[in-house]
């Protein structure tokens, strides 16, 4: 087995709460420099420059998981994964079915840019893609399992847009193939006062909307190589794949 540093939760410039540093360019030249094996780009239900990094990192060296970050009508926050460009084109064109048509406030929220390698702006996202969307937690389960991905409950021990502020507490059978939480806690402690979450794998990511926090926090996963489907057994704790998380 290798050990492969991941950073599986960052937003790029297509998240209107993105920086505007946060181009795919940017981002795997940094994930490059902080010696990041892989990444996961995952921007606010929208899944429209996974591609390029996915593209972009393979010529740098850094493997691109490609998703986005999903707000549930409960607004609890979900990763979710795709192998491939036909999956993710599906779920695109769900999530933009699913999507509330609230016209975006730039001025409040921020840019929403689609961006090409040069850093030109090629697309501007015009409705809001913070706002949860029209499916339930396990409505979006379903949908992304329905696509052979994967479904990751994010921050869940943080205060807000997770299961925990949302539902008030972390369901025992929550439908999810691993879970995330967040650096302000350590997964020693998590399990300690969640000892019934114990059979899932959790990841910690550095939920990077700005470049120079990039990499602040990662996992370690635990696989054979770098590809889609033993990151599929390492969160699932099968055949000695696994995730390690560094913070103690």
């Known amino acids: 087995m290798q050990s492969f540093k991941a950073d599986l939760h960052i937003h790029t410039v297509l998240s209107p709460c993105g920086d505007l540093e946060m181009s795919p360019t940017n981002i795997i030249a940094k994930a490059k420099e902080l010696g990041l094996d892989c990444i996961g780009i995952t921007d606010h239900n929208c899944t429209l420059h996974s591609k390029l990094a996915k593209r972009l990192g393979k010529e740098q060296g850094?493997?691109?998981?490609?998703?986005?970050?999903?707000?549930?009508?409960?607004?609890?926050?979900?990763?979710?994964?795709?192998?491939?460009?036909?999956?993710?084109?599906?779920?695109?064109?769900?999530?933009?079915?699913?999507?509330?048509?609230?016209?975006?406030?730039?001025?409040?929220?921020?840019?929403?840019?689609?961006?090409?390698?040069?850093?030109?702006?090629?697309?501007?996202?015009?409705?809001?893609?913070?706002?949860?969307?029209?499916?339930?937690?396990?409505?979006?389960?379903?949908?992304?399992?329905?696509?052979?991905?994967?479904?990751?409950?994010?921050?869940?021990?943080?205060?807000?847009?997770?299961?925990?502020?949302?539902?008030?507490?972390?369901?025992?059978?929550?439908?999810?193939?691993a879970l995330e939480i967040s650096h302000h806690i350590s997964k020693t402690n998590f399990i300690k006062k969640n000892a019934y979450l114990k059979k899932f794998q959790f990841i910690q990511s550095s939920d990077s909307h700005y470049i120079n926090t990039l990499g602040e926090t990662y996992c370690n996963l635990i696989m054979e190589e770098l590809s889609f489907e033993e990151f599929r057994l390492a969160i699932a704790g099968k055949d000695g794949r696994y995730v390690e998380t560094i913070i103690e």
């Open 62 to 177: 850094v493997f691109v998981f490609m998703g986005a970050e999903v707000t549930s009508k409960e607004e609890a926050h979900c990763l979710c994964f795709f192998e491939d460009d036909e999956s993710l084109d599906k779920f695109q064109i769900w999530l933009d079915e699913k999507l509330p048509k609230i016209e975006l406030d730039e001025d409040k929220f921020g840019y929403q840019l689609v961006v090409n390698e040069e850093e030109e702006i090629i697309d501007q996202k015009e409705y809001l893609l913070i706002s949860a969307i029209d499916a339930d937690l396990d409505e979006i389960y379903d949908k992304v399992h329905s696509l052979n991905g994967l479904f990751i409950p994010a921050h869940v021990n943080k205060g807000a847009n997770s299961l925990t502020s949302q539902l008030g507490f972390i369901p025992p059978d929550i439908k999810a193939d």
